[in-house]
């Protein structure tokens, strides 16, 4: 296509085909078998859809926990599909999944759906769907206190390197008191005691499971009350042990800020809600620590446009994503409007958070065009000021914005 064609089509072109990496999702390598979640049943009982579905159906919790993985999923279907228009975020999902995959999905009832799924291989179906998705990598989420996952990595299975780790340490910072005893368990001599000698039995952990997961970064999800510099487990842990360990192995922090855990715990992994964080916690953090590198993404619409800023001020932080609740349409538009008017393209945009592969195909294919009709809308601006840009410097910032940005920042 030649550079007089309309700039939103060279835009949506150039983006379409650059390879995404995803940087954060809750897949896992295609050996962990049982842990890669695939398939329509899957896609339903994705627990966006079952928070929603709850709203539509009066079917008790325990009756909904209780049944089936594919009962559950004819309970969602009917609720959120056939009873009501599928217009949510993740509703339309399913449909743009389906219909990348060949599937009309008016002409299928689940039983034919599920035939549909049943005759893949999971190995080509990773295949189709990577391919589809046009995602190079996808960011693992591993965490050393799942003992599933523990089996898999100590199976030292063949691994594909498309599936990159990264060290989840929620369990360590916000758990202490229940990590102390497993890391002691596990041939690390922390005291319960927070002193140098547990911090460098911590850094010993966080040293060998980065070696053994293969993590090109550690990442926590955080509550909106964090505070730092503070008193309490956390806030030592941070200073003595990961920020440390970051250091040592040139890898930045990955920050999840703002999410109230078991608001209703009903609705088990679904019950998960928002809050505001007090961002001042973060500019300590990168004003402290300059020598260390956050990644951090908000889950608050609110905490959005202090992030930004927050950013302007120190280049030892990188905004990604668009997070869960503000992975909506509406909110990456305008995320990531304020985000290029305010950094330009040093940020990374999005991140799948994928739970199900298939997943991938809908989560890209909505953010890339979301993402390139903000960037087309801004190369309009420059062109109106003289500034044409060319397919090349398209090529260049689509290339930074879908992982290169992130992998700099990474040190990779
Ligand atoms: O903590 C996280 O990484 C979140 O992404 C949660 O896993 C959440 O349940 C989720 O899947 N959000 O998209
Ligand atoms: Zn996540």
Redesign the pocket.
């Given at each position: 296509m030649s550079s007089s064609a309309p700039l939103s089509a060279r835009v949506e072109r150039i983006l379409a085909a650059t390879p995404v990496h995803d940087i954060?999702t809750?897949l896992y390598d295609p050996a962990f078998s049982s842990l890669l979640s695939w398939g329509i049943d899957e896609q339903l009982t994705y627990?966006?859809l079952v928070s929603e579905s709850f709203r539509q159906m009066d079917v008790p919790f325990d009756r909904f926990w209780s049944a089936s993985k594919t009962e559950q999923a004819d309970f969602i279907w009917n609720a959120l599909f056939v009873e009501h228009s599928p217009v949510s975020e993740a509703c339309r999902g399913v449909l743009t999944t389906l219909n990348a995959l060949g599937i009309e999905p008016r002409k299928h009832d689940l039983a034919s759906l599920r035939k549909w799924f049943a005759a893949w291989k999971p190995a080509d179906f990773v295949e189709r769907v990577l391919s589809l998705a046009n995602v190079a990598s996808v960011g693992m989420?591993n965490s050393p206190f799942d003992d599933e996952e523990r089996a898999y990595w100590n199976a030292n299975l063949p691994r594909d390197a498309r599936f990159r780790g990264a060290l989840r340490i929620d369990p360590l910072i916000l758990g202490w008191t229940e990590a102390a005893p497993r890391l002691r368990r596990w041939g690390y001599a922390v005291g319960n005691e927070l002193n140098q000698a547990t911090a460098d039995e911590v850094r010993r952990f966080l040293a060998d499971y980065t070696r053994k997961y293969g993590a090109s970064y550690c990442m926590v999800?955080l509550p909106p009350t964090l505070s730092y510099p503070a008193a309490g487990e956390t806030a030592w842990l941070i200073d003595h042990a990961v920020l440390p360990h970051c250091r040592d192995h040139g890898q930045p922090f990955a920050l999840?800020m703002g999410?109230k855990r078991a608001v209703n715990p009903l609705l088990r992994?679904a019950g998960?809600g928002v809050g505001r964080s007090d961002l001042t916690a973060l500019q300590n953090l990168c004003s402290a620590n300059p020598a260390n590198r956050f990644a951090v993404t908000c889950l608050a619409r609110e905490n959005q446009h202090e992030l930004v800023v927050l950013a302007r001020k120190f280049r030892n932080l990188h905004p990604f994503g668009c997070?869960?609740f503000t992975?909506t349409p509406q909110l990456i538009e305008e995320i990531t409007t304020m985000r290029l008017e305010l950094l330009g393209t040093s940020f990374t945009p999005q991140h799948s958070?994928a739970?199900v592969l298939d997943q991938l195909i809908y989560k890209w294919q909505h953010s890339r065009a979301l993402i390139g009709r903000c960037l087309a809308r801004k190369y309009e601006t420059l062109e109106a000021a003289g500034w044409a840009v060319t397919d090349a410097e398209i090529q260049r910032d689509a290339t930074e914005l879908l992982g290169g940005g992130f992998a700099r920042f990474c040190g990779l």
């Open positions: 954060h809750h627990h966006y989420t999800s999840m999410v992994m998960d997070w869960w992975n958070d739970r």
